[in-house]
């Protein structure tokens, strides 16, 4: 039981932890360029919705290599 608990706080941890280096790195980018005057509000969203969807995807992929080779000895 104790076990399910630790993996759920890592995959929390993980996933903010991404998602916190993916909004980051996507402040690198100059999107004024591509925006429409007066749309502020709808390219934060869109910055918002990538940085979850880019930061979630990439945790999701350390995690399942990390639970993975955590399993892998169990092979034998």
């Given amino acids: 039981m104790i076990n399910f608990g630790v993996e759920a706080l890592v995959s929390i941890l993980s996933h903010l932890m991404f998602i916190s280096i993916t ?44 639970f993975l080779s955590q399993r892998l000895p169990m092979m034998w």
């Fill in 23 to 66: 909004w980051w790195a996507l402040q690198g980018i100059q999107y004024e360029k591509w925006m429409k005057k007066n749309k502020v509000v709808q390219v934060r969203l869109l910055l918002i919705l990538i940085t979850i969807a880019i930061g979630s995807t990439v945790s999701n992929f350390f995690l399942d290599y990390l």
